[in-house]
Each structure stands twice: as C-alpha cells, then as structure tokens.
C-alpha cells in the first residue's frame, strides 16, 4: 500500500511537470517529501522542487537544493537513476540565467569529470557554449557548441539545431556575415526543427543583405513566406 501511495504521488508531480504548472510542482513536491522522506523517489521529488524553483526565477534557492542533493551522488553508480546527471545541468542553468558564468563553467567541468561518458553531457556543453557567448568569449563558445553538435548522444537533437544556430550568431555578432551565414544553412538543412529552420533562415536573409546581396536576400524571404 504505501508502495503505491509512492508510485502515485510521484505522478503526480511528474504530471505537473510536464505541464509546467511549476507551483503546483512545489507543493506537491513538498508534500511528497513530508510523506516519505526516507522513499527512494525522495530525491527525484527534490530534484523536481528545484526545477520549479528554477521555473519561478527563485535561482538561489533552486541551487541550495540542488547543491545539497548532488552531495549523494558524487559518484557514478552503475545503477543510478536516469536524471542524476541532470543536477549539474540544472545547476548550470541556474548559474546561467543568475549570469554567474564561472560557475556554470565551474559545474560542467565537474560533471565532464566525475563521467567524461555522460550521455547527457552535450545538454551541459550547450548551457557552457551559452556563457562563454554572453561573456564575448567567441572561440570557447564555438568549441563548446561544436562539442554538443558532434556528439554521438545529441546528434540531430533539438540541442544540437540551437547550438548549431547559436553558433552561427557567435560569427554575426562579430559581424563576420559569410560565415555566420554557412552556419545558419547549416540548420537549415541539416535539422528537422521548423522553429529553428525559420530562425536560421531569417537571419541568412539579414546576411545577405549586410553584404548587399539584395536578389538572394529576397529569395530567401520568400522562402519563408512559404
């Protein structure tokens, strides 16, 4: 019975996840955890309070939480449940959006070291290409993105197409046009992501027209208009 009250409320919080309702998340992540401290779904719940936390902006404190959980997992075990790695990316991702980057570098080295295997680590070395790039850092955001583009676990993932895209911005940024624009295409053909296919297309159209190349410019909306 208290097996499937478990099973149950875990559910529920997945639920709530999947549906983004981030403060029915906390509280029925809180109320697991007062039911069950001791159950193994325990961390998981606190895990998903830190998610919400890092949903609701609250990134002090969605990184004590997950601070405090990655302690018991220091170390890679055979069995260990799917989303343990995803701490340190979270973690990252509080770091990121609190725009404290030598952290985020800090966290995703630390994950590259205790699993240098990790199926998810290209997630992590998008979150690093994304800091580098707010800190004009060009060649170290251009390394880590093409990290996530050419691994094997994230080739052709959604992460991989808005590495791809953020790394052709690294170049437009720079105002390096023909560049910025081969790396544009390059999401536009070679990932299955409209959102991402438009974006890239529309800003190989601005290329276009920063080296006055109207005709092609204007091809290029029309392909969009399609």
């Known amino acids: 019975r208290e097996f499937r009250r478990v099973l149950f409320r875990s559910h529920l919080i997945g639920i709530a996840v999947e549906e983004e309702r981030w403060n029915d998340v906390s509280t029925r992540a809180a109320d697991f955890l007062k039911r069950f401290p001791l159950s193994k779904q325990a961390p998981h719940a606190e895990f998903q309070s830190a998610n919400a936390l890092l949903n609701q902006k609250q990134y002090k404190a969605a990184q004590l939480t997950l601070l405090t959980l990655k302690v018991d997992f220091q170390k890679v075990s055979p069995d260990e449940p799917l989303w343990v790695p995803q701490i340190w990316i979270m973690l990252a991702e509080t770091y990121f959006r609190a725009k ?106 601005l290329c276009d027209e920063a080296l006055k190349r109207w005709n092609d410019a204007a091809k290029l909306y029309e392909e969009l208009l399609k």
Do not use: M
């Open 100 to 205: 404290e980057y030598d952290e985020v570098t800090a966290v995703v080295s630390e994950l590259r070291t205790r699993d240098p295997k990790c199926p998810v680590l290209y997630q992590a070395d998008e979150v690093l290409g994304r800091g580098f790039k707010n800190l004009a850092q060009f060649d170290e955001a251009r390394t880590a993105f093409r990290r996530v583009i050419a691994d094997p676990n994230g080739r052709r993932t959604e992460t991989a197409a808005k590495s791809q895209f953020l790394l052709a911005e690294t170049y437009l940024i720079q105002k390096d046009y023909k560049n910025a624009q081969a790396e544009h295409f390059k999401v536009y053909h070679l990932y299955r992501f409209p959102d991402w296919q438009s974006a890239s297309l529309y800003q190989a159209a």
